[in-house]
């Protein structure tokens, strides 16, 4: 175990807000992270600071790790074009208002997932951000956040959502804020049996015997959900439905 590893649970574990052993926690992040090939990592919100994060760093080289570092809390911040700080930050605006009415149940469970570019030396893409509350204070407001990134599957960054059990929001960039949404309610029945049935790994074929129907209705209809969640493949719409909670 690293010794700045060791340094950051001992300044959690040791700090005002509870001397809860954080320490086999972040070891169950750093397995799931290999197991997943993503790049994960925990932020204190109330010092504003990184407090841990996973070795495999998605997209960033160890020269550029350090560096990138000491600008922000999160690791992906510098590699942020700065046309989309500005409705990043709004949309965090917006999120902590969204809280606010949030009960105690639904501010501690509940998911936060965004797209957003990032520059690199070689290329610009585009990445899925997802983010859950790990701990709260002890007056209800956000401590400890998880962050899990990886490479996203939506062609731009329209969409931010926030979901839990019984409620679901999309960020209204007209209007600055979330709003609930019905996004799942664009796609018909038989769009939402191929994607269900895609992400058990069935073929067109297949999909198209099971329903009853021809293999040509099958090829328009994922046509129709492609254009609908912006994706260019049945497996980006499957991952975006998995993200996005559709």
């Known amino acids: 175990m690293e ?16 001397n809860t052993d954080l320490i086999p926690l972040f ?7 290999r197991i997943t090939n993503t790049t994960m990592f925990v932020i ?20 550029y790790r350090e560096h990138i570092l000491r600008e922000s809390s999160n690791p992906y911040w510098a590699l942020i074009h700065n046309d989309d700080k500005d409705y990043l930050i709004a949309t965090r605006k917006a999120y902590m208002e969204l809280l606010e009415g949030f009960t105690p149940t639904q501010k501690l469970y509940h998911t936060h997932v965004i797209d957003y570019r990032i520059y690199t030396k070689q290329r610009q893409l585009i990445i899925t951000q997802k983010y859950i509350p790990l701990r709260l204070t002890s007056d209800g407001d956000l401590w400890l956040g998880l962050f899990c990134v990886m490479p996203s599957a939506n062609q731009t960054c329209e969409h931010i959502a926030v979901y839990g059990d019984g409620f679901r929001y999309a960020y209204d960039f007209q209007r600055k804020q979330f709003l609930p949404n019905t996004e799942s309610l664009d796609l018909t029945d038989l769009e939402k049996k191929i994607i269900l049935l895609s992400s058990q790994g069935k073929t067109s074929e297949q999909i198209a015997s099971q329903l009853s129907c021809s293999y040509e209705t099958i090829k328009t209809h994922k046509k129709r959900i492609y254009r609908k969640l912006h ?10 439905k998995t993200n996005y909670n559709l």
Request: proline fraction near 0%; charged fraction near 20%.
């Open 3 to 18: 010794k700045e590893f060791l340094k950051y649970m001992h300044n959690i574990a040791g700090g005002a807000q509870n």
């Open 27 to 33: 070891e169950a992040i750093d397995a799931a992270a």
């Open 44 to 63: 204190d919100f109330i010092q504003n600071k990184l407090v841990y994060m996973t070795n495999s760093m998605l997209f960033i080289d160890k020269d």
């Open 231 to 240: 994706v260019n493949s049945i497996h980006e719409a499957v991952i975006h």
